[in-house]
């Protein structure tokens, strides 16, 4: 037997019992007399006491134990006369009667503690060290109650768990195909699914009316802090749905995983339009835990002779209250230092104070009276104290800009609050992107995304102009800013999805090449359908107050797609480059 309870829990009410723990040297303490470990495993950190007196070669050896040694200790409960209230197995310690070293370690390249000392290369090569830190497992273990109680929800409400493939042919959701080279089948190749998108729609024609996985899915993209080439979806489908279907029923299974998991009741999320969400904050994931909200000052700021704003497609500011007295003039140069980074790129920054002595500073000035000024503060509901801040140009561009400065403005001024979740709905995107340089439309879901049903004969029937004012029947979640994920409705005839390849710029014979086996299905029933996928990796880390997603992955890779454990990707060997057919790129690319 290695244990007869684990390190974490032990209480006062085990006083006298004689017991057996094994785990990991966290720390050791020598007091000349006495020495005292702290025994650590998944679930706690218990106290084991060696006291010279009872057992001078017990304690001899005991000092000689590493950090990270496992062991296995045997001993007696005691009740500590110096207990230790932040830890849950506090009030006792083991006075240990024989203990056995299971396995010796290296001293760790860093510490295992709550902060740790090692940067994020070294924690990932040794991740299994990393792991042992609590911050690290808390996490993983959060991530497997989240799906835990996604599986229960789901399940509760008839949804089926089906299993797809994963070496498949491209589904585009926008991103390029990790492939696999096939050694059956000489100069082939499978990709990854970037998403399961054409084997659950697949499913709803095959009647299974509702599928959920919780799955794999991949994409070769550049690397940032909230994206990983690898990643988890809970991916759901739903046939003869509605939008409000779709929407109620991943409402209630959020509002279930916060309050199984956080103890939180949400209340009813908000649905905002693509078009509403743009106007008020200049983002399609707006984080709507504080307000800022842009005010067009277009009618007012115009015509009185300030160039920049007459010429300017946009004049648009937010309105920073109790922010007047806060910025003195250098912070307002280095704020507008901010938004001229190539990042935001916008061109300049106008600020109007609102002081509480009742005086108007503006950097525009000049340009207008007081009471101008002032007419923009009542409009933007400005109160003595609070200033305006301002950017103008193109309208797109400008809003894109000015969200940034609102989301910058939200930080500084601590209105991102931890533990406030504000989910939305966000509805009503438009269908089609139209690209200028490819000479084409893009799909701003995926091809699969259904028009509104009051836009769907414009798109059969419109022209070019047309096409650009078509609406989606689709919708993400956002949460805090953070688009958590996204769905439609579908379209099920093969008549309209063949158009919408179509105005992608699929010719026929590449739109049957590689979906041919989707819109053939819609030939023998499909009936009307739509899902949606939520991001798994994060909604974890949203859920948990987390920007990064990574820790929320047991073996996630680097900025380099690079997983620095096992050290891949990896050459192969030229035996396995010939059995699969590659063998001349190989040594192509060797000689060149
Ligand atoms: N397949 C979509 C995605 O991965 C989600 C959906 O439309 O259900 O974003």
Same mark, same amino acid.
């Given at each position: 037997?290695?244990?007869?309870?684990?390190?974490?829990?032990?209480?006062?009410?085990?006083?006298?019992?004689?017991?057996?723990?094994?785990?990991?040297?966290?720390?050791?303490?020598?007091?000349?007399?006495?020495?005292?470990?702290?025994?650590?495993?998944?679930?706690?950190?218990?106290?084991?006491?060696? *006291?010279?007196?009872?057992?001078?070669?017990?304690?001899?050896?005991?000092?000689?134990?590493?950090?990270?040694?496992?062991?296995?200790?045997?001993? #007696?409960?005691?009740?500590?006369?110096?207990?230790?209230? *932040?830890?849950?197995?506090?009030?006792?310690?083991?006075?240990?009667?024989?203990?056995?070293?299971?396995?010796?370690?290296?001293?760790?390249?860093?510490?295992?503690?709550?902060?740790?000392?090692?940067?994020?290369?070294?924690?990932?090569?040794?991740?299994?060290?990393?792991?042992?830190?609590?911050?690290?497992?808390?996490?993983?273990?959060?991530?497997?109650? #989240?799906?835990?109680?996604?599986?229960?929800?789901?399940?509760?409400?008839?949804?089926?768990?089906?299993?797809?493939?994963?070496?498949?042919?491209?589904?585009?959701?926008?991103?390029?195909?990790?492939?696999?080279?096939?050694?059956?089948?000489?100069?082939?190749?499978?990709?990854?699914?970037?998403?399961?998108?054409?084997?659950?729609?697949?499913?709803?024609?095959?009647?299974?009316?509702?599928?959920?996985?919780?799955?794999?899915?991949?994409?070769?993209?550049?690397?940032?802090?909230?994206?990983?080439?690898?990643?988890?979806?809970?991916?759901?489908?739903?046939?003869?749905?509605?939008?409000?279907?779709?929407?109620?029923?991943?409402?209630?299974?959020?509002?279930?995983?916060?309050?199984?998991?956080?103890?939180?009741?949400?209340?009813?999320?908000?649905?905002?339009?693509?078009?509403?969400?743009?106007?008020?904050?200049?983002?399609? $994931?707006?984080?709507?835990?504080?307000?800022?909200?842009?005010?067009?000052?277009?009618?007012?700021?115009?015509?009185?002779?300030?160039?920049?704003?007459?010429?300017?497609?946009?004049?648009?500011?937010?309105?920073?209250?109790?922010?007047?007295?806060?910025?003195?003039?250098?912070?307002?140069?280095?704020?507008?230092?901010?938004?001229?980074?190539?990042?935001?790129?916008?061109?300049? #920054?106008?600020?109007?104070?609102? *002081?509480?002595?009742?005086?108007? $500073?503006?950097?525009?000035?000049?340009?207008?009276?007081?009471?101008?000024?002032?007419?923009?503060?009542? $409009?933007?509901?400005?109160?003595?104290?609070?200033?305006? #801040?301002?950017?103008?140009?193109?309208?797109?561009?400008?809003?894109?800009?000015?969200?940034?400065?609102?989301?910058?403005?939200?930080?500084?001024?601590?209105?991102?609050?931890?533990?406030?979740? $504000?989910?939305?709905?966000?509805?009503?995107?438009?269908?089609?992107?139209?690209?200028?340089?490819?000479?084409?439309?893009?799909?701003?879901?995926?091809?699969?995304?259904?028009?509104?049903?009051?836009?769907?004969?414009?798109?059969?029937?419109?022209?070019?102009?047309?096409?650009?004012?078509?609406?989606?029947?689709?919708?993400?979640?956002?949460?805090?800013?953070?688009?958590?994920?996204?769905?439609?409705?579908?379209?099920?005839?093969?008549?309209?999805?063949?158009?919408?390849?179509?105005?992608?710029?699929?010719?026929?014979?590449?739109?049957?090449?590689?979906?041919?086996?989707?819109?053939?299905?819609?030939?023998?029933?499909?009936?009307?359908?739509?899902?949606?996928?939520?991001?798994?990796?994060?909604?974890?880390?949203?859920?948990?107050?987390?920007?990064?997603?990574?820790?929320?992955?047991?073996?996630?890779?680097?900025?380099?797609?690079?997983?620095?454990?096992?050290?891949?990707?990896?050459?192969?060997?030229?035996?396995?480059?010939?059995?699969?057919?590659?063998?001349?790129?190989?040594?192509?690319?060797?000689?060149?």
């Amino acid at each position: 037997m290695y244990r007869s309870h684990t390190c974490g829990a032990l209480r006062i009410g085990d006083v006298g019992r004689e017991v057996q723990l094994s785990g990991w040297v966290q720390a050791s303490r020598d007091f000349g007399g006495m020495t005292f470990i702290d025994l650590r495993d998944r679930y706690g950190i218990t106290q084991l006491v060696f *006291n010279m007196e009872d057992d001078a070669g017990l304690c001899e050896r005991a000092r000689k134990l590493g950090r990270e040694f496992v062991i296995r200790a045997n001993g #007696l409960v005691r009740e500590r006369s110096n207990k230790n209230p *932040n830890r849950e197995t506090g009030d006792v310690e083991i006075e240990v009667r024989s203990f056995e070293v299971l396995n010796a370690s290296k001293v760790p390249p860093f510490t295992i503690e709550d902060e740790s000392d090692g940067g994020d290369d070294l924690r990932m090569k040794f991740r299994y060290l990393d792991m042992r830190r609590n911050p690290v497992k808390e996490k993983l273990v959060f991530r497997s109650n #989240l799906a835990l109680e996604t599986r229960k929800y789901l399940t509760g409400q008839s949804f089926v768990e089906v299993e797809t493939p994963f070496l498949i042919k491209s589904t585009p959701e926008g991103a390029r195909d990790f492939v696999v080279p096939s050694r059956m089948n000489p100069g082939q190749f499978y990709a990854l699914p970037q998403s399961p998108q054409t084997f659950k729609q697949i499913l709803m024609v095959a009647g299974l009316d509702r599928y959920f996985q919780i799955v794999k899915c991949f994409r070769d993209e550049d690397l940032r802090a909230d994206r990983q080439p690898e990643f988890t979806q809970i991916d759901c489908e739903m046939a003869f749905v509605t939008r409000a279907d779709v929407l109620s029923t991943f409402e209630g299974l959020t509002k279930h995983l916060f309050r199984a998991t956080k103890g939180i009741e949400l209340p009813d999320f908000p649905v905002m339009t693509y078009d509403e969400a743009m106007q008020r904050f200049g983002s399609d $994931k707006p984080d709507t835990r504080f307000g800022m909200e842009f005010v067009e000052l277009n009618d007012l700021a115009k015509g009185k002779g300030f160039r920049v704003f007459d010429e300017a497609e946009m004049v648009v500011g937010i309105c920073a209250q109790g922010q007047a007295e806060a910025y003195s003039n250098k912070q307002i140069n280095e704020l507008t230092d901010w938004v001229k980074r190539p990042q935001i790129g916008a061109k300049g #920054l106008v600020y109007v104070k609102f *002081n509480t002595d009742g005086s108007v $500073k503006s950097s525009v000035g000049k340009f207008y009276s007081d009471d101008d000024l002032k007419e923009w503060g009542s $409009k933007a509901g400005a109160e003595a104290g609070d200033m305006l #801040l301002i950017l103008s140009g193109e309208a797109e561009k400008t809003r894109k800009q000015l969200n940034e400065l609102r989301l910058e403005m939200g930080r500084r001024m601590g209105l991102m609050k931890e533990g406030d979740f $504000k989910p939305l709905w966000v509805i009503d995107f438009p269908l089609l992107e139209w690209d200028e340089e490819a000479g084409r439309f893009h799909a701003m879901h995926h091809p699969f995304t259904s028009p509104k049903k009051e836009d769907q004969e414009r798109m059969l029937t419109g022209d070019h102009e047309t096409m650009k004012s078509l609406r989606a029947d689709a919708y993400d979640l956002v949460i805090n800013g953070v688009e958590i994920g996204g769905g439609s409705i579908r379209i099920h005839d093969r008549k309209l999805q063949e158009r919408n390849f179509k105005l992608l710029g699929f010719t026929d014979e590449e739109a049957e090449a590689q979906f041919g086996f989707l819109m053939g299905a819609f030939e023998y029933g499909a009936p009307p359908h739509g899902g949606i996928a939520f991001g798994f990796d994060r909604l974890c880390a949203v859920m948990d107050g987390e920007t990064s997603i990574r820790d929320y992955i047991a073996f996630p890779k680097n900025n380099m797609g690079r997983d620095v454990m096992i050290d891949a990707p990896s050459p192969v060997s030229g035996e396995q480059l010939e059995e699969l057919h590659l063998e001349s790129t190989y040594q192509g690319e060797a000689e060149g």
